[in-house]
């Protein structure tokens, strides 16, 4: 049975007509000892189906940890989105709720390639100098 | 940010998945940002508090 509803796929397949590149979600997951790892395999083979834009590539975490630590991944289920570059934008835990619209909006926005930010925010980060690693806890409901 | 800048990497993680790193960041309510893995901002802000709040920490960092 699909997670995503008739009518939530319809809207997912709107929102992601609005994507101009292609984008790949690299995920990582596992069989054993992992809860989430199926049902976001689930959901995220849902979400590549709406859009001809999106390819979903699977990856086991166990087998593959050379990959995953490639890609800064050392936990699962985890979700890299990745487009034309590499932006270092991550999901780990289950997309559920508030997080998968937080997933389309990433992947809209790594698609287009515009933050959308205001220039004064484009400002001060022309001017970063050093790294910033933004960890955001956040919850599905 | 990230898309903004290649400076900037960013993680969302599911809180209730991942409890030591809920501990490991004093994680007690969500919407929480840690910037570098000292710098906490908490809840939803307006985006250029946030953005600024963010940068300030690397200058923070390199005085």
Known sequence: ?141 | MAVESGKVTSLIVEASEYPDLVHRYHVSGVPKTIVNERIEILGARPEEDFVRTAVGATSTLAT
């Open chain 1, 1 to 141: 049975m699909a997670i995503l509803s008739q009518s939530d796929a319809t809207k997912v397949r709107e929102m992601l007509g609005g994507m101009s590149q292609p984008v790949r979600l690299v995920f990582f997951t596992q069989s054993l000892n992992c809860d989430t790892c199926e049902p976001t395999g689930q959901i995220l083979n849902e979400l590549a189906a709406l859009s001809d834009l999106i390819t979903l590539e699977e990856h086991n975490f166990l087998l593959e940890r050379d990959d995953a630590a490639g890609y800064g991944i050392g936990r699962v289920p985890a979700i890299a989105v990745l487009g034309a570059e590499d932006h270092g934008i991550r999901f780990f835990g289950i997309p559920s709720g508030y997080e998968f619209m937080s997933l389309i909006d990433a992947i809209l926005l790594v698609s287009n390639g515009d933050s959308g930010l205001a220039p004064e925010s484009r400002a001060l980060l022309a001017g970063l100098e050093s790294p910033i690693a933004l960890q955001v806890f956040v919850t599905p409901t």
